[in-house]
């Protein structure tokens, strides 16, 4: 053991060695090329190290507060310990970069890390998917500690026949509830029931499709959901990959306790397209898009979603009789933030009630292959809408979730290189205030140079799942329970 330990040492003293000393170093007034953009950024304190590149490098040298992190090459990894440290006992840290670049030692002007006590849930899943003109393929959904870097995979390809799997979705950021979907033959929904695992076959034959888009009630009795039939079609423009689009949808909510479908015309009218529905906090709503029906495809440019409402009584389980307009896809840039017509997606309300948090685009329901989507937040109280400028690149911002304090949002962001989504989070201060966003920090700070897939539908939980892809497996092979 005393040798391990003594060998140990001298490799950490070479590697030190081999370190060069910043020597005759020019102050540069630019901020350092580094890769992620984690200048500026407010954090919060139970995030895992926030590693980076300082690109053309040949040797970094990096001081954070008192914490100090020299380099050999163009990578730079805190060790978890000090950075543990470093984030509890300062609230404000200033990062200096001095890097040795075509042999010569720059230090840059430093900036900063606003380092708050709201902490972010720990546990984020996503789907991570290939980002080409492929429906699916060798597709797997995994849970992250953010906390750290640990990682495991929910439902693996593998083990699902290289099905398409829909994306993971909690219960209000719990671990006990959640739901992931299997499709294709045999295939149904997965429900997470404290690590009991329930296969569910969500639909009647009245129905256009089985269920979709989802999301859980307070309670955790109730989903309501969307069926949808999906047509994927290309671009003839280089600029535009793929377009996806709905030629029939509808809202439905479900009773999981008993099984049993909760329909209304008024969701299922065949003259409206309906999708993405989500209930409010207190269950009293379920928000959702909808969108006169158009000619499709020709006329797909003309198909504006807007953001509306219907009431939900948790107690009977019954939809309202009155739908309300919230966001209206035709209005101008006093509501939207911008001029011209906003389609609607995405719509989620932040645990406390108070925010409204929803994707626009120029038309359609499919944003993340469109570079203009942007993420809007609504204050419910005052109806104003903040166009989250600091958050917001020009390429696609898309998919988000809160955390269970309503203090963070993940969202999905194609900013790097308009192909491949990675999450970034976003601190909401107690005044509403939207801060700059930061990508998810990996171990190795070269993973997203080399890694070949996009994070999909990022979503933020309280604890580690109860459950993993053997588990998923095992429940596969079960008969789907009906829905009546």
Known sequence: MRRHIFLLLISLIALTACTPTPENVQQQDSQPPIYPDYTDVTIPVNIAPLNFLVRGAEAVTVKAADVTVSSACESVCFPIDEWRTLLAEHNDITVIVTALMDGQWIQYRPFHWYVVEDKLDPWLTYRLIEPDYEIWNNLQLKQRCVENFDEAILTDYRQQENRCMNCHTPANQRSDLSMLYVRGKGGGAILNQSGELRKLNIKTDDMVSGSVYYGFSPSGRYITFSTNVIIPAFHSMKKKRLEVFDSKSDVYAAD??????IRSALTADSTILETFPTFSPDGKWVYYCAAPMVQLPQDLKQLQYSLVRIPFDETTGQFGTAVDTVFSATARSQQSGQQGKRSVCHPRISPDGQYL???????????????ESDLRMMNLQTGAIDSLAIVNSD???????????????????????????????????????????????????????TFLKSFNAPELSKGKLPFDAYDVQEAMQKEAEPFK
């Not at 999981?256 to 479908?261: A, D, G, M, T, V």
């Not at 290189?417 to 171990?443: E, I, S, W």
């Open 395 to 449: 390429l696609s911002d898309t998919y988000h979730s809160w955390s269970s304090n309503s203090r963070w949002f993940v969202f999905a962001s194609k900013r790097d290189d308009g192909l491949y989504g990675k999450p970034y989070f976003c601190y909401v201060d107690k005044n509403g205030r939207a801060h700059k966003p930061f990508c998810l920090p990996q171990q190795s700070p070269t993973f997203y140079d």
């Open 256 to 261: 999981l306790q008993e099984n049993r479908i």
């Open 357 to 371: 948090l929803f994707t626009v685009q120029d038309y359609g329901t499919f944003p993340i292959w469109h570079p």
